[in-house]
T-cell receptor
Framework: DQQVKQNSPSLSVQEGRISILNCDYT??????FLWYKKYPAEGPTFLIS?????DKNEDGRFTVFLNKSAKHLSLHIVPSQPGDSAVYFC?????????????FGKGTRLSVIA | ETGVTQSPTHLIKTRGQQVTLRCSSQ?????VSWYQQALGQGPQFIFQ???????GRGNFPPRFSGLQFPNYSSELNVNALELDDSALYLC??????????FGQGTRLTVV
């Protein structure tokens, strides 16, 4: 029973174009969402987060959009760079109940081609 | 640099053995969580410690146990190792209800 789903195992994008990574969740109690980036032989690195009271959060080239009614979020990277090539994990938690452990998706491997 | 360090980085154990993995949390962080990441999967929550007390547990059997020390560093112990325990074990530290910072992980192989 996967509560956080990343249905695209991989994505290939040309350098300079937009990368869009998608994530769906089933638990309506989730109120905090995060994206992590992971390179081989390293731990996940925090990228950007969004609270359920917002529908958009921007940080430089990275923007996360949240559609609560659809239980869907997406990460946009513009413009994509070769150094963005990594596995991206979507994660969610239910902070309002004090339940802070993260529930992760399976990840999407992004390849940015020069 | 997240400041979360894990040791060892790689480990090979035999089925039935016991293993202890260690994590030093980022300075000032009082919450430590452990995750298991199997090949091709996302990290799965094992348990969390807050100020030396277990503060939540995922769907893992009791042979997975842990400790948190007064300096907030932590250990993950796994008894009676099984082949399916082969995975990357990730430690994350945070302040309560704040974003988690991960260590580089310990790659455990059970043969």
């Amino acid at each position: 029973d996967q509560q956080v789903k990343q249905n695209s195992p991989s994505l290939s994008v040309q350098e300079g174009r937009i990368s869009i990574l998608n994530c769906d969740y089933t638990n309506s109690m989730f109120d905090y969402f995060l994206w992590y980036k992971k390179y081989p032989a390293e731990g996940p690195t925090f990228l950007i987060s969004i609270s359920s009271i917002k529908d958009k959060n921007e940080d430089g080239r990275f923007t996360v959009f949240l559609n609560k009614s659809a239980k869907h979020l997406s990460l946009h990277i513009v413009p994509s760079q070769p150094g963005d090539s990594a596995v991206y994990f979507c994660a969610a938690s239910d902070l309002s109940s004090g339940n802070t452990p993260l529930v992760f998706g399976k990840g999407t491997r992004l390849s940015v081609i020069a | 640099e997240t400041g979360v360090t894990q040791s060892p980085t790689h480990l090979i154990k035999t089925r039935g053995q016991q293993v202890t993995l260690r994590c030093s949390s980022q300075s000032g962080h009082n919450t430590v969580s452990w995750y298991q990441q199997a090949l091709g999967q996302g990290p799965q929550f094992i348990f969390q410690y807050y100020r030396e007390e277990e503060n939540g547990r995922g769907n893992f059997p009791p042979r997975f146990s842990g400790l948190q020390f007064p300096n907030y560093s932590s250990e993950l112990n796994v008894n009676a190792l099984e082949l399916d325990d082969s995975a990357l074990y990730l430690c994350a530290s945070s302040l309560a209800n704040q974003q988690a910072f991960f260590g580089q992980g310990t790659r455990l192989t059970v043969v």
